[in-house]
């Protein structure tokens, strides 16, 4: 591939992608404190006297620190019958949801997890990139890209697919610890904006030209590394005529 960058501009809506079960508890909910990557057509769907209170994190800004997250959850609880927590994509994967149970459940608070879709597959599936793939990939891995210094490159750099989350800042430094642990420097790459919502983009390119010349990409993006990025780029490039829409029961 050269050094052009395919982007792909798509539209969706965040919301489609909700359980029925997290649908019902949030039009049921007293009291929803949401997340910064929470979109406003999904507070819209909370009744009009529940208590909506921002709690976002995003890079450098905190609107509340994580402790006093925890007391308003413990004080809402005490007080309300149906307290939901509002994460983006799935409470238990790098959003702190761990942390939360543990403080609830040790004040004496029942606590229920409801699994929603991360932004690992909701951006797989935006990018026609299949994490796992018969005779190209037979499993994935997922890391934070926030201190990059902390992994194991050698042994990433072994791995078929690789999935990035928050590692949009370190893009070009983790594609030069990967090309200098192994990994081919025409290994494909896609970054993917805003994964799941009507402003998702995709980034096409290769990882020696992340590490020499690396997109422009703005966050929240995560990062697709292997083989299996080029089977989106052949579905995406395809001239097709009918939608057809996979999914599981």
């Known amino acids: 591939m050269d050094k052009t960058n395919l982007t792909t501009p798509l539209t969706k809506r965040r919301s489609e992608l909700l359980t029925l079960k997290a649908y019902r508890l949030i039009s049921l909910a007293d009291v929803i404190l949401y997340d910064a990557l929470v979109s406003s057509e999904i507070i819209k769907l909370a009744k009009p006297t529940a208590v909506k209170i921002f709690v976002g994190k995003r890079a450098g800004h905190h609107s509340l620190k994580q402790e006093e997250i925890n007391r308003l959850l413990y004080r809402y609880a005490l007080l309300y019958p149906v307290v939901v927590r509002l994460k983006g994509g799935d409470p238990l994967v790098f959003g702190r949801g761990g942390e939360e149970l543990l403080f609830l459940t040790s004040k004496g608070i029942e606590v229920e997890i409801v699994p929603g879709i991360s932004s690992?597959?909701?951006?797989?599936?935006?990018?026609?990139?299949?994490?796992?793939?018969?005779?190209l990939s037979s499993s994935f891995t997922v890391i934070s890209g926030y201190n990059p210094e902390k992994h194991n490159?050698?042994?990433?750099?072994?791995?078929?697919?690789?999935?990035?989350?928050?590692?949009?800042?370190?893009?070009?430094?983790?594609?030069?610890?990967?090309?200098?642990?192994?990994?081919?420097?025409?290994?494909?790459?896609?970054?993917?904006?805003?994964?799941?919502?009507?402003?998702?983009?995709?980034?096409?390119?290769?990882?020696?030209?992340?590490?020499?010349?690396?997109?422009?990409?703005?966050?929240?993006?995560?990062?697709?590394?292997?083989?299996?990025?080029?089977?989106?780029?052949?579905?995406?490039?395809?001239?097709?005529?009918?939608?057809f829409c996979e999914t599981s029961a």
Do not use: C
């Open 120 to 135: 690992i597959l909701g951006a797989s599936a935006g990018a026609k990139a299949p994490l796992t793939h018969r005779g």
């Open 153 to 243: 490159w050698g042994v990433l750099a072994k791995l078929e697919t690789l999935v990035v989350l928050m590692g949009t800042k370190y893009r070009r430094e983790i594609a030069k610890k990967l090309i200098e642990n192994g990994k081919s420097p025409d290994e494909k790459v896609v970054f993917v904006e805003n994964a799941t919502t009507e402003g998702e983009k995709l980034i096409f390119s290769t990882l020696g030209e992340v590490a020499q010349n690396p997109p422009k990409v703005n966050p929240p993006a995560l990062y697709i590394i292997g083989s299996t990025v080029g089977v989106g780029m052949e579905v995406l490039k395809a001239k097709t005529t009918k939608v």
